[in-house]
């Protein structure tokens, strides 16, 4: 199983970012996918997470700024993040697991995880 995380850089407050993960070597379709991040000096935390069937759920720091979805042809998943603040800094990891849906947001229900995309948003 690979994850292949892309789209970082660096941005300014305000700005918007799309990220990517494509993913091989398992069946795309039968999985959450979700989005982790960290941020220098802290603990990994959920960002998003999205059923097979599309359904979203967001952590409250970026409910209403940022988008997750998935494309189950081109086995990707996507974060669109706008209004970006500079909190929003860190490394963002795609996951891929078979939660139940409520625990989504538990990293230690994900099995697989991508390299990281280092996102760094400037004041």
């Known amino acids: 199983v690979q994850l292949q995380a892309s789209g970082g850089g660096l941005v300014q407050a305000g700005d918007s970012l799309r990220l990517s993960c494509v993913a091989s070597?398992?069946?795309?379709?039968?999985?959450?996918m979700a989005w982790f991040r960290q941020a220098p000096g802290k603990e990994r935390e959920f960002v998003a997470a999205?059923?097979?069937?599309?359904?979203?759920t967001y952590a409250d720091s970026v409910k209403g700024r940022f988008t997750i979805s998935r494309d189950n042809g081109k086995n990707t998943v996507n974060l669109q993040m706008n209004s970006l603040k500079s909190d929003d800094t860190a490394v963002y990891y795609c996951?891929?697991?078979?939660?139940?849906?409520?625990?989504?947001?538990?990293?230690?229900?994900?099995?697989?995880w991508g390299q990281g995309t280092l996102v760094t948003v400037s004041s």
């Open positions: 070597g398992l069946t795309f379709r039968n999985y959450v």
């Open positions: 996951a891929a697991g078979t939660p139940a849906w409520g625990n989504s947001d538990l990293e230690r229900l994900y099995g697989h």
């Open positions: 999205v059923s097979r069937g599309g359904h979203g």
